[in-house]
């Protein structure tokens, strides 16, 4: 486009000013920056001037609610991305729905799947009266990382699917900049449901189908982390396959892979570092006893903001008619990766009873 669209950012936290900001400094000739809001104005400015050292020399600081009624009314701005806690995301995109402006939110779509379908008829109401759909998109950059893309790709080369396992052995301890974050402590799942949907997003990505039902025991045994803080859950793909999902919130020795054994062969993908470089490494094993190795680097949250910002360019220049976005950052997708936890979660609660997943 001749002229970028601008776009704000609503939050001001740990994840905008470690990634949104240095991620969208690689593609700043996409758009153009105009504002960052925070509920005050001191973090509203730490974030502003970590952008200003960037390669936005002009983006404005807009903090309370005059702030954000500033970005609501400001015509210029066609887009927000709001990085909020996991409790208000959901209530604050709607709110600039509501306004007319495209929405990339962070993850988790929402808290539980009762906000789910709360929202989702606000939102069908929001379109009905609006001239053109406004985009709602869900930020998980796991669906746009090349190592699950790719890996998908291989799927047809292990054969018919026998088993898949989900083994996530994290590293929230006080060292982590998000081990003290007030909302998540205070989240239904805690750092499970938080952390888990990428996880959940990957495993559906690379298998290319839904989890219809599962069967999860949960736990809660280091006591410096909400609970719970581990999960194993058995669950049943739409294919017929079944498999494994196992999380330890805290490790102190962690490990991330998933792993797909088919009757041709089997792939993996393990997260790691390769010359220095954090990202994933997909292994390949074949029938023949013989092994192919790919490193992709880190860059889902790249590809999905350039890939937002694509959308949004092209369905402000079909003003007047819905525009489908890629299928990957709707909300519906992000929806479907929290469904699966909430069963694993109310599962656990259960004493490992079957929970189907809600469909969307």
Not at 65 to 84: F, N, P, T, Y
Not at 210 to 232: E, G, Q
Not at 238 to 247: A, H, R, T
């Amino acid at each position: 486009m001749t002229n970028p669209p601008s776009i704000a950012i609503i939050g001001a936290g740990i994840f905008v000013r470690t990634q949104y900001i240095p991620r969208l400094a690689e593609i700043s000739n996409l758009f153009n920056l105009k504002a960052i809001w925070s509920r005050t104005e001191e973090s509203a400015r730490g974030a502003v001037e970590i952008a200003r050292g960037k390669c936005f020399p002009e983006v404005e600081c807009k903090w309370g609610d005059k702030g954000l009624d500033e970005i609501i009314q400001d015509e210029s701005i066609l887009a927000v991305a709001v990085v909020l806690a996991g409790q208000i995301q959901v209530d604050m995109s709607l709110k600039l729905l509501k306004a007319g402006k495209h929405v990339l939110q962070e993850k988790p779509a929402a808290a539980s799947i009762d906000e789910i379908e709360t929202v989702m008829s606000t939102y069908k109401t929001v379109c009905a009266n609006s001239p053109g759909q406004p985009i709602w998109a869900v930020a998980e950059n796991y669906r746009f990382e090349h190592a699950f893309v790719e890996g998908n790709k291989l799927l047809p080369e292990i054969g018919d699917m026998m088993t898949v396992q989900v083994i996530v052995e994290g590293s929230m301890n006080s060292s982590n900049p998000y081990f003290s974050s007030s909302w998540r402590r205070n989240f239904t799942g805690g750092f499970i449901l938080d952390m888990g949907v990428h996880f959940i997003a990957g495993l559906r990505m690379l298998v290319g189908c839904d989890v219809i039902s599962v069967s999860a025991k949960i736990s809660h045994v280091d006591k410096t982390l909400p609970p719970p803080d581990n999960i194993c859950s058995v669950f049943q793909l739409e294919n017929g396959c079944s498999g494994v999902f196992v999380m330890v919130v805290s490790s102190r020795s962690p490990k991330i892979h998933w792993r797909l054994v088919g009757l041709k062969g089997t792939l993996q993908i393990d997260r790691g570092m390769d010359n220095g470089q954090h990202g994933y490494m997909v292994s390949f094993y074949g029938a023949d006893g013989h092994s192919k190795n790919w490193f992709y680097p880190f860059s889902g949250v790249t590809e999905e903001l350039q890939t937002f910002l694509h959308d949004v360019s092209h369905a402000n220049l079909k003003k007047g008619s819905n525009y489908e976005i890629e299928p990957r950052l709707s909300f519906m997708e992000g929806a479907r990766d929290v469904a699966v936890l909430d069963a694993m979660l109310e599962s656990g609660m259960n004493n490992g009873a079957q929970v189907q997943v809600k469909k969307f």
